[in-house]
């Protein structure tokens, strides 16, 4: 247990506290002040510009309330998904999404309109969404801590009760007592620069296996995206139009944005560079393929490349659980987590329940941020309201693994820091361990990890910015081992889990894998609500 | 990563370090500077905030590029991306309202359709 807090500058009460300001958390913040709670919302970074979503442009799974077009919908990704998607999970989700984006419509957000001038809702632009949201979320009452990164949560032996941790840009720790918190922190891509994910270290899965919640799907957690290899823009849905080259000139056969990722990353592997060209889009479709996605474009025009025309180079960079779907478990309806108190919402929670074990893509994903925190916050703001008199008088404590500590900490704890972050890197990145798995890779990586892990854990934290990064160290080795426990226990390929050494998928396995632990790390298995069959 | 707060066009507004999500600028009297270039994740969104354009993130995500800031003013680089957007003083309408992925969606299945028929 960590030392009690000695010279908060900042200390705060709510009833909501959400950790995390994108899509998920905003619409958490909303959804609990629109209840009449008091609700604050912390962000790493700055809400408003922090996450995947808010440099960049995304579809959005928003499906009229018809039902062919909703059957469609939902079966439209229900078997690559390996069938671990739920019929009313999905349901839900597109109830709320669409709910949703009509209101994001009524308060201003610019939808395109076509001819008619019915506005298309679709689709969503991030700094246009998220300068909104961050603008709905303040006239909504709900106060932002921005720059303010949590360390870990607080908690009774009622449940969770808040949170503390450090603000960034003057160094001064904070704390929030809360009746009841929302993880809205995103996934975890493992410091790879994928556009806007450096904020996404998976603190918020951390945080939930301290308070001894657990996760799910953890295995469906090795999405790469392709993208030119000088550069952090990874938006992988336009290689569809490309081809890909060596560098004389000469096709690389098979490879392909979808199924031909594995093509491109056996190259990379065999130290081959591989090259790609929009060769596929014609005059017609480029200038629309320009405006749909703009930010695609910025780095080729910095650099005087056309993509239609130039050849340019491409690796796959890792987007762990950003685009994959694992995350903390989900036990009701609520997005609550089975701890009394935590709530989790957006890529922090896990995304089968929609998804199953293969990225729906953006919208889905989208889709799952907008909804999933509404029903977080939603649940949120009731069990703190229910929670009455009683939240006043309690007196939670700490629950980081490592010790959190005021005092001055031992020199070169940050090359310590650095030299962690990369070990863990060295383990997720590799292509021959975490996208082409094999019970042997897998094996020796956890081994490794689990020595990684236990040397973190007893070193002494300060409640610092140079704390924080220590602890998005462990929260990422922490990720990376409930990674590879699933994908070792998973013996066979589903979604995107590929086992070299179990190329098939295996009937018996259709089950959801339940992962947690600190210290020791346990896989057990959890069946699919019945009903997902119907589909 | 950020490569330049332009001294000529800095306005001391302190919006980049505010903005930032990974906390890289810092103000160094009045004027704001790139504090932790190794923090930058290569977002763009300093550049979509800053009212002055005074700031220019260069395309390389993992190492340092040194542009020059006369030829980025020249080639019109500095401030393309706010002006993209649309967050310029003076646009027309916004990246939000020319959109064009739901038509494009429909234009791009069409186009997918006819091509499979040319393939038959």
């Given at each position: 247990?960590?030392?009690?807090?000695?010279?908060?500058?900042?200390?705060?009460?709510?009833?909501?506290?959400?950790?995390?300001?994108?899509?998920?958390?905003?619409?958490?913040?909303?959804?609990?002040?629109?209840k009449g709670v008091k609700v604050i919302l912390a962000d790493k970074g700055y809400c408003g510009s922090?996450?995947?979503?808010?440099?960049?442009?995304?579809?959005?799974?928003?499906?009229?309330?018809?039902?062919?077009?909703?059957?469609?919908?939902?079966?439209?990704?229900?078997?690559?998904?390996?069938?671990?998607?739920?019929?009313?999970?999905?349901?839900?989700?597109?109830?709320?999404?669409?709910?949703?984006?009509?209101?994001?419509?009524v308060s201003g957000y610019p939808f395109p309109v076509d001819e008619e001038g019915n506005p298309y809702r679709r689709g969503l632009q991030g700094p246009e969404y998220m300068r909104l949201m961050r603008k709905l979320v303040k006239k909504a009452g709900v106060k932002i801590l921005?720059?303010?990164?949590?360390?870990?949560?607080?908690?009774?032996?009622?449940?969770?009760?808040?949170?503390?941790?450090?603000?960034?840009?003057?160094?001064?720790?904070?704390?929030?007592?809360?009746?009841?918190?929302?993880?809205?922190?995103?996934?975890?891509?493992?410091?790879?620069?994928?556009?806007?994910?450096?904020?996404?270290?998976?603190?918020?899965?951390?945080?939930?296996?301290?308070?001894?919640?657990?996760?799910s799907g953890m295995e469906f957690s090795n999405a790469y995206a392709i993208c030119p290899t000088f550069s952090s823009v990874t938006k992988t849905a336009y290689y569809s139009y490309a081809s890909f080259y060596y560098e004389d000139?000469?096709?690389?056969?098979?490879?392909?944005?979808?199924?031909?990722?594995?093509?491109?990353?056996?190259?990379?592997?065999?130290?081959?560079q591989v090259f790609a060209k929009l060769d596929g889009a014609d005059e017609a479709l480029q200038p629309l393929l320009r405006v749909a996605q703009t930010n695609f474009f910025l780095p080729f025009d910095r650099r005087g490349i056309n993509p239609f025309k130039d050849l340019f180079p491409v690796t796959l960079r890792l987007e762990g659980t950003v685009r994959g779907t694992g995350g903390i478990r989900i036990t009701d309806e609520q997005c609550g987590t089975g701890v009394p108190g935590l709530y989790a919402a957006g890529d922090a929670a896990t995304?089968?329940?929609?998804?199953?074990?293969?990225?729906?893509?953006?919208?889905?994903?989208?889709?799952?941020?907008?909804?999933?925190?509404?029903?977080?916050?939603?649940?949120?703001?009731?069990?703190a309201a229910g929670l009455g008199r009683h939240s006043q008088h309690r007196a939670p404590v700490g629950l980081s693994s490592s010790p959190l500590v005021h005092q001055?900490?031992?020199?070169?704890?940050?090359?310590?820091?650095?030299?962690?972050?990369?070990?863990v890197q060295a383990e997720v990145k590799p292509y021959d361990i975490n996208l082409f798995r094999t019970e042997q890779g897998l094996a020796s990586s956890l081994e490794r990890l689990d020595g990684l892990w236990k040397e973190q854990r007893s070193r002494e934290i300060q409640r610092t910015p140079e704390g924080v990064k220590a602890r998005e160290a462990e929260a990422m080795t922490a990720t990376a081992r409930w990674m590879y426990s699933s994908a070792l226990a998973r013996t066979e390929t589903r979604g995107m889990h590929k086992r070299e050494d179990f190329k098939g998928s295996d009937d018996s396995q259709h089950h959801r894998l339940i992962s947690g632990g600190l210290d020791q790390v346990w896989v057990k298995t959890e069946e699919v609500a019945k009903e997902s069959v119907l589909l | 990563m950020i490569e330049l707060v332009s001294q000529d066009r800095c306005i001391g507004c302190?919006?980049?370090?505010?903005?930032?999500?990974?906390?890289?600028?810092?103000?160094?009297?009045?004027?704001?500077v790139i504090a932790r270039q190794e923090d930058c994740q290569t977002c763009f969104m300093c550049e979509a905030y800053c009212p002055v354009d005074a700031l220019y993130v260069a395309p390389q995500a993992d190492k340092s590029a040194n542009p020059d800031e006369q030829e980025l003013i020249e080639s019109g680089r500095?401030?393309?991306?706010?002006?993209?957007?649309?967050?310029?003083?003076?646009?027309?309408?916004?990246?939000?309202?020319?959109?064009?992925?739901?038509?494009?969606e429909v234009f791009t299945e069409a186009y997918r359709g006819k091509q499979q028929e040319i393939g038959k």
């Open positions: 247990m960590s030392q009690p807090a000695l010279k908060e500058a900042l200390k705060l009460t709510a009833d909501v506290l959400v950790i995390g300001g994108g899509p998920a958390g905003t619409w958490a913040a909303l959804t609990a002040a629109a922090s996450g995947a979503t808010a440099p960049s442009g995304t579809g959005v799974w928003y499906v009229k309330p018809e039902e062919e077009l909703r059957e469609a919908a939902k079966a439209s990704r229900y078997a690559m998904g390996g069938k671990l998607a739920e019929h009313r999970w999905m349901d839900r989700v597109l109830d709320r999404t669409y709910e949703n984006m009509n209101r994001l419509g921005d720059h303010s990164p949590v360390l870990e949560l607080l908690a009774d032996e009622h449940g969770v009760a808040g949170a503390a941790g450090v603000q960034t840009q003057n160094g001064e720790a904070w704390s929030v007592h809360a009746g009841a918190v929302v993880i809205a922190t995103g996934g975890c891509a493992f410091l790879s620069k994928a556009l806007g994910c450096n904020v996404l270290t998976g603190d918020g899965y951390l945080f939930a296996a301290e308070a001894g919640a657990s996760l000139g000469s096709v690389v056969e098979g490879a392909g944005s979808k199924k031909g990722r594995s093509v491109i990353a056996r190259n990379l592997l065999a130290g081959r995304r089968e329940l929609i998804c199953g074990g293969f990225t729906g893509g953006g919208s889905h994903n989208a889709a799952w941020a907008m909804s999933s925190g509404s029903f977080a916050g939603e649940g949120a703001a009731a069990y001055e900490v031992k020199a070169g704890e940050a090359a310590r820091t650095a030299e962690y972050v990369e070990a | 302190r919006l980049c370090v505010k903005v930032c999500p990974t906390n890289v600028f810092a103000m160094e009297g009045k004027l704001a500095l401030g393309s991306w706010r002006k993209e957007i649309g967050w310029n003083p003076g646009a027309e309408d916004t990246m939000a309202e020319r959109d064009t992925t739901p038509f494009f």
